[in-house]
């Protein structure tokens, strides 16, 4: 059975950094783009960051400003965010998705985690 687990979130403070990863078992992901998605309350879920299987990267300007990196270790089987200076804004549930295309639409994604909630208090 595959599995994407996601850990490292909790509540912090504005300016904090935070780092969530992701563990996936039940295959490997080595082959595969690796997604962090969030929800925010009362909006849709979002395109966060993506990286491929070579460890290209994207990361969504509107949601992560520069403040964001994604990362992962295929060996482990693992992707990683680096969330730095964060703000209440970032506050949601953050969630990782693995896919083979490289597109980001959440109806691409073949595994999703079940999230993990970041709280920045202000």
């Known amino acids: 059975q595959v599995q994407l687990v996601e850990s490292g979130g909790g509540v912090v403070q504005a300016g904090d950094s935070l780092t969530l990863s992701c563990a996936a078992s039940?295959?490997?992901?080595?082959?595969?783009?690796l997604y962090w998605f969030r929800r925010t309350p009362g909006k849709e879920r979002e395109f966060v960051a993506r990286?491929?299987?070579?460890?290209?990267?994207?990361i969504d300007e509107d949601s992560a400003k520069g403040r964001f990196t994604i990362s992962r270790e295929n060996a482990k089987n693992t992707v990683y965010l680096q969330m730095n200076r964060l703000g209440p804004e970032d506050t949601a549930v953050y969630y990782c998705?693995?896919?083979?295309?490289?597109?980001?639409?959440?109806?691409?994604?073949?595994?999703w985690g079940k999230g993990t909630l970041v709280t920045v208090a202000s």
């Open positions: 998705a693995g896919a083979k295309n490289p597109g980001i639409a959440e109806d691409g994604m073949e595994y």
């Open positions: 990286i491929s299987w070579s460890g290209g990267s994207v």
């Open positions: 039940g295959r490997s992901f080595s082959d595969y783009n």
